[in-house]
T-cell receptor
Framework: EPEVTQTPSHQVTQMGQEVILRCVPISNHLYFYWYRQILGQKVEFLVSFYNNEISEKSEIFDDQFSVERPDGSNFTLKIRSTKLEDSAMYFC???????????FGQGTRLTVV | AQSVTQPDIHITVSEGASLELRCNYSYGATPYLFWYVQSPGQGLQLLLKYFSGDTLVQGIKGFEAEFKRSQSSFNLRKPSVHWSDAAEYFCAVGAPDSSYKLIFGSGTRLLVRP
């Protein structure tokens, strides 16, 4: 069964450092998403990406965040200067149509110290 | 703007008992509705979805959900719970005519008594 793959599974970084979270979406999917879940809280939408551009972003997704699809398979989330409050589980998801069934990866747990 | 409410933070049921998890949404038209399950340390797995048509939808692992427009609800049910169903369950809503995102509820943690 096809799946979304995220690496690394856990990353610890110092405050102020840049991090890149990586995702390999399902190969024939066209829509890509990042969500995050702060410990004990609900899953929150960050950004959606379609046709090589951001289609929608939330208020959380400020100038410190960026996304990229550098080649035909990877989808990355970059946080330029991490803050303590960026500590969360970050989920990548993909779907073949807008708002169709989104397949989620296992997540990357980001810990900012 | 759409929103999702899951009024029960925790629910405990005995193995073999029936289960109903509540979900209410706020949206001006008919949304797309989803239930996801998250086991500890795991990602989100889709249990079932509703886009249109039959208001009773069947999902994986023996789960079903019923869309009730009049009550703005999409409650998840299972007739007989297994210990392996212990997890966190999230209801989510999408706005098919205006948005790419899913809005998630705050989740219901299901505990199963032996």
């Amino acid at each position: 069964e096809p799946e979304v793959t995220q690496t690394p599974s856990h990353q610890v970084t110092q405050m102020g450092q840049e991090v890149i979270l990586r995702c390999v979406p399902i190969s024939n999917h066209l829509y890509f998403y990042w969500y995050r879940q702060i410990l004990g809280q609900k899953v929150e939408f960050l950004v959606s990406f379609y046709n090589n551009e951001i289609s929608e972003k939330s208020e959380i997704f400020d100038d410190q965040f960026s996304v990229e699809r550098p080649d035909g398979s990877n989808f990355t989330l970059k946080i330029r200067s991490t803050k303590l409050e960026d500590s969360a589980m970050y989920f990548c998801a993909s779907s073949d149509r807008r708002l169709a069934e989104a397949f989620f990866g296992q997540g990357t747990r980001l810990t900012v110290v | 703007a759409q929103s999702v409410t899951q009024p029960d933070i925790h629910i405990t049921v005995s193995e073999g008992a029936s289960l109903e998890l509540r979900c209410n949404y706020s949206y001006g038209a008919t949304p797309y509705l989803f239930w996801y399950v998250q086991s500890p340390g795991q990602g989100l797995q889709l249990l079932l979805k509703y886009f249109s048509g039959d208001t009773l939808v069947q999902g994986i692992k023996g789960f079903e959900a019923e869309f009730k427009r009049s009550q703005s609800s999409f409650n998840l049910r299972k007739p007989s719970v297994h210990w392996s169903d212990a997890a966190e369950y999230f209801c989510a809503v999408g706005a098919p005519d205006s948005s790419y995102k899913l809005i998630f509820g705050s989740g219901t943690r299901l505990l199963v008594r032996p």
